[in-house]
């Protein structure tokens, strides 16, 4: 062999080394960064880089590092679809990560399907997610339903029968409502107030009136932060003092700031552990990444984002070496009792995408955050 070719062959091995070494595991994102749900997406997506800067800072997967390449869909499905497609077709990404809303996933899953890409940790709890099985859907956390029956139960439990319900009109709601719909025929009573909400802009002079007149105990109110804060105000302007109940789409410090003096009492269901109990694992690694951060605590829209990026990075660690759309997939349905941080479970197979099924309620304190 001649120095020559010697010589050439060590640089190209040095070049592919370093390609290596500087190659990028892309994810695609799009969510609303803009828009009623923008302080929630802005907080999940947070988390979600805690862990995935974390990862890339010990030197990635396989000398890998990687990219989280994020869209602003400003909350519109027709939108999210296209950045989705944006994300497959022009910056080849290897797998979707934490989209945001039920329609606006839906949106998006004709994308999954041509395109045989995953989608992990989608940021919603929507049963059409979970029955029946998609298998390029990988979900993380529990389902609206879950939290929903959790949230009558509660209600019912304080002796609450005077109960108001107030649901967005799109694919959300409808899933939401069959939960709250089992926990009022276990209770053995119906709502005294059932109304439908336009998602993004709220009939408030047709809602809070209703709502008052029925002299409602409790308000179940299902939307986005915007609308449900909005709503909260519109109550207490009105005079009333009913509890309102809200779901773990609104379950970051931006919805608390959005309700301002209204926050104290409102009730908003968890599918994370108590985002300050330190004697959690998973709690206590994702605070002490936020504060190496310089960020002064965690959320629990945070922590949702935190979780769905440990998954999401085993199921890199199992694509291989050179990993493609379908070895991400596979590693991903090949997870079982990946634990997340003190026994939060997480398991996958070709039958079963639901991931964890934790739900828990909180109530807002006077101090602005969240009391379990």
């Not at 062999?1 to 799009?30: D, E, N, P």
């Not at 997967?61 to 390449?69: A, D, S, T």
Request: charged share 20%; hydrophobic share 45%.
């Amino acid at each position: 062999m001649s120095k020559f070719l010697r010589a050439g062959l060590i640089a190209a091995a040095l070049l592919s080394s370093l390609t290596t070494l500087h190659a990028q595991l892309l994810i695609g994102q799009t969510a609303g960064f803009t828009g009623p749900v923008a302080a929630g997406v802005k907080e999940t997506t947070e988390g979600a880089r805690l862990w995935i800067d974390a990862v890339n800072a010990r030197g990635g997967i396989n000398g890998q590092k990687i990219e989280l390449v994020s869209l602003d869909d400003k909350f519109e499905p027709k939108l999210a679809a296209e950045n989705a497609r944006k994300l497959v077709h022009e910056r080849n990404v290897l797998a979707l990560f934490l989209t945001r809303g039920t329609p606006h996933t839906e949106a998006v899953m004709p994308v999954l399907e041509s395109d045989n890409i995953a989608l992990v940790a989608p940021s919603t709890g929507a049963m059409v997610l979970h029955q029946p099985v998609n298998r390029h859907i990988f979900n993380v956390r529990a389902t609206y339903q879950r939290e929903a029956e959790r949230a009558m139960d509660h209600l019912v439990a304080l002796g609450m029968t005077r109960i108001a319900v107030v649901v967005a009109d799109d694919s959300f709601g409808a899933d939401v409502q069959k939960g709250i719909e089992r926990g009022f025929e276990r209770a053995k009573f119906k709502p005294v107030v059932d109304l439908r909400a336009d998602r993004q802009k709220p009939d408030y002079a047709r809602i809070i009136p209703a709502i008052v007149s029925a002299d409602a105990q409790a308000v179940v109110w299902v939307g986005s932060a915007n609308a449900v804060a909005d709503g909260v105000r519109g109550l207490r302007t009105a005079g009333s003092a009913a509890q309102v109940v809200t779901l773990s789409n609104n379950a970051s410090s931006g919805f608390v700031k959005g309700l301002g003096e209204h926050s104290r009492g409102v009730i908003v269901s968890q599918v994370f552990p108590n985002e300050r109990s330190l004697g959690s694992p998973f709690v206590r690694e994702a605070q002490e990444l936020a504060k190496a951060a310089g960020l002064p605590s965690v959320s629990p829209a945070m922590l949702e984002g935190y979780a769905g990026a440990k998954v999401l990075v085993e199921g890199l660690r199992r694509a291989g070496r050179n990993p493609t759309r379908a070895s991400v997939q596979a590693g991903l349905e090949s997870i079982q009792k990946f634990d997340l941080g003190g026994g939060l479970e997480v398991s996958y197979s070709a039958t079963d995408h639901t991931g964890l099924d934790f739900a828990d309620l909180s109530i807002i304190g006077p101090d602005g955050n969240f009391r379990r």
